[in-house]
Structures are given as structure tokens and as C-alpha cells.
T-cell receptor
């Protein structure tokens, strides 16, 4: 257990569905992240929230919509996805500081888009 | 952005052997981590090591920040060490992952 939980662990959805991924961290951290891990590609940073404010958006398509209501919870809202969006979606958290920024990851949600 | 290269891409060992995994990066960083990804996808923190040397049991890591590389040493490997090892480097929020080294330890 890393102190970061994700639900659901597995999700199958059609291209017209709307679903949400949830992440919760129990570490008292102030920054949270969404990553995407596709087959045969390195992990890609999607979104960063620092003190509940989004600070990075690495050209992610608008069909992915993040929400960070507080420093412990992070959501990824999904709508009209494509089959190529099938991947492992990982959430991470860290405590931002000038000299220390170790990230801790949740177990991931394995998403399949039909 | 920062480029991260890991080598070798694949490594097959006999149980009990030692190994060295390498991570090269293209720019100065203030954050470097090594992870082990288990078969279920969980990333397990091994080391937070932007510089210097650390040891944890059979694993140790060294980062030479001025030369932009880090090494992960695994001694007396066990079958449970199998999986993918990732190096991630970055500057505060922007972490970039290497493609990983897939390690297979045979009994």
C-alpha cells in the first residue's frame, strides 16, 4: 500500500459512455497527478494539480477532463473516448517542496474502450 | 523536454546473479526516482535519488547529476525481482519516464 487508492481498478466502456476515475491520497500531500501508460510507450504525464490548481496540461484531448475538489481527491472524467485511449491510468501524489518531491503512485485503473 | 534513456531494454538473469541498470538524461534535474512495476501495474518506489548513493537491502542506486546518469544495482537477484524498472526524472511537477528495463529472473 502506497497511501494512494484508485477506483475502479478495471473499466470497460463504449465510445459514447461517460465515466469517471477516482483517486484519493491519504498522505497529506498537496500535489496530485494523472499519468497514462499505453502499451509499448513510456508513462505520459497528463495533468498536474498543485494546491488544487491545475498547473500542467500536456496537450491532452478535451475528452479527458480532470477535477480536483480538494488536495486529497482527484477525478478524471471521461467522455466520447476512442479505442486508442485504452490504457492504464495512474494517479500519483507528492508533497511539493523546494528540495523534495517524491511521487507515490496508486495501483491504476485499467481502461478498455470498445 | 528532458529525454530519458534506459538500458538495457531487456535483461534475463539466473537467480543469484547481479545486475546494473542505467538511466541517462539530457538535462539537469532536481528529481530522480527509480520504480519497480509489478505484473499488476503497481509502481513501487525504490529510491528517490537526485544525487548521491543510497542502499536498501540488495538494491542500491547512484546518481551522478553532473554527468546526467543514474545506476540501479541489484545483487543476488531473486525471481520476485522480475518486472519492469523505470527511471523518472524531472523538475518539480514535470516528471519524464524512461521506457523501462524489463528484468526476468529465472530460477
Amino acid at each position: 500500500e502506497t497511501g494512494v487508492t484508485q477506483t475502479p481498478r478495471h473499466l470497460v466502456m463504449g465510445m459514447t459512455n461517460k465515466k469517471s476515475l477516482k483517486c484519493e491520497q491519504h498522505l497529506g500531500h498537496n500535489a496530485m497527478y494523472w499519468y497514462k501508460q499505453s502499451a509499448k510507450k513510456p508513462l505520459e504525464l497528463m495533468f498536474v494539480y498543485n494546491f488544487k490548481e491545475q498547473t500542467e496540461n500536456n496537450s491532452v484531448p478535451s475528452r479527458f477532463s480532470p477535477e480536483c475538489p480538494n488536495s486529497s481527491h482527484l477525478f478524471l472524467h471521461l467522455h466520447t473516448l476512442q479505442p486508442e485511449d485504452s490504457a492504464l491510468y495512474l494517479c500519483a501524489s507528492s508533497q511539493e517542496g523546494p528540495r523534495y518531491n517524491e511521487q507515490f503512485f496508486g495501483p491504476g485503473t485499467r481502461l478498455t474502450v470498445l | 523536454g528532458i529525454q530519458v534513456e534506459q538500458s538495457p531494454p531487456d535483461l534475463i538473469l539466473q537467480e543469484g546473479a547481479n545486475s546494473t541498470l542505467r538511466c541517462n538524461f539530457s538535462d539537469s534535474v532536481n528529481n530522480l526516482q527509480w520504480f519497480h512495476q509489478n505484473p499488476w501495474g503497481q509502481l513501487i518506489n525504490l529510491f528517490y535519488i537526485p544525487s548521491g548513493t543510497k542502499q536498501n537491502g540488495r538494491l542500491s542506486a547512484t546518481t551522478v547529476a553532473t554527468e546526467r546518469y543514474s545506476l540501479l544495482y541489484i545483487s543476488s537477484s531473486q525471481t520476485t525481482d522480475s518486472g519492469v524498472y523505470f527511471c523518472a526524472v524531472g523538475d518539480n511537477n514535470d516528471m519524464r519516464f524512461g521506457a523501462g528495463t524489463r528484468l526476468t529472473v529465472k530460477p
